[in-house]
T-cell receptor, first 114, second 112 residues
Framework: AQSVTQLDSQVPVFEEAPVELRCNYSSSVSVYLFWYVQYPNQGLQLLLKYLSGSTLVKGINGFEAEFNKSQTSFHLRKPSVHISDTAEYFCAVRITGGGNKLTFGTGTQLKVEL | KAGVTQTPRYLIKTRGQQVTLSCSPISGHRSVSWYQQTPGQGLQFLFEYFSETQRNKGNFPGRFSGRQFSNSRSEMNVSTLELGDSALYLC???????????FGPGTRLLVL
């Protein structure tokens, strides 16, 4: 079975500061990795995904993530956050060749303050 | 292209009733998956449908069921509602199995 750990339930940060949201996963088989964002009263929006190739993945809204196989991590970063980035962020994994089932972490609430 | 649509957006039911939620995938998408989101359990996979067949099922009781129609629209049904079924139910569609999933806005169900 797969599992995803997001150790930080909340991350407060000042506007224009850099941020890193941590994600670690556990799986006995090969997985794909995803970050989704959820704004209040909305569904999930895909930020970025790692399927193969370069371990540094760039996504929308200036976010990027780096896949580290040895540390089984997929941390999300943004060099300068904006108030509009305030939202909940979910890391997820999907087994390669295993259909569409996503296993999610518990989420990290990013709160950007002035 | 229009995104994934879910109806209704909000629903209030009482214990013991049943409910049906609907999901219309992005045009051309053939795969639909359902997830339950609660504050306590987070996001949990319910089931996945592709070409009208259930391909995968999460660890939920038999009260939770679903189906997919020939036009790829999907419904999920919860019978004999319990208070713990109060949640945001999210539907996601993709072109096929193993492809990127796009989520709808969800149906918020409140069971009283």
């Amino acid at each position: 079975a797969q599992s995803v750990t997001q150790l930080d339930s909340q991350v407060p940060v000042f506007e224009e500061a850099p941020v890193e949201l941590r994600c670690n996963y556990s799986s006995s088989v090969s997985v794909y990795l995803f970050w989704y964002v959820q704004y209040p009263n909305q569904g999930l929006q895909l930020l970025l995904k790692y399927l193969s190739g370069s371990t540094l993945v760039k996504g929308i809204n200036g976010f990027e993530a780096e896949f580290n196989k040895s540390q089984t991590s997929f941390h999300l970063r943004k060099p300068s956050v904006h108030i509009s980035d305030t939202a909940e962020y979910f890391c997820a994994v999907r087994i390669t060749g295993g259909g569409n089932k996503l296993t999610f972490g518990t989420g990290t609430q990013l709160k950007v303050e002035l | 292209k229009a995104g994934v649509t879910q109806t209704p957006r909000y629903l209030i039911k009482t214990r013991g009733q049943q409910v049906t939620l609907s999901c219309s995938p992005i045009s051309g998408h053939r795969s639909v998956s359902w997830y339950q989101q609660t504050p306590g359990q987070g996001l949990q996979f319910l089931f996945e449908y592709f070409s009208e067949t259930q391909r995968n099922k999460g660890n939920f009781p038999g009260r939770f069921s679903g189906r997919q129609f020939s036009n790829s629209r999907s419904e999920m049904n919860v019978s004999t509602l319990e208070l713990g079924d109060s949640a945001l139910y999210l539907c996601a569609s993709s072109g096929g199995r193993g492809e990127t999933q796009y989520f709808g806005p969800g149906t918020r169900l409140l069971v009283l």
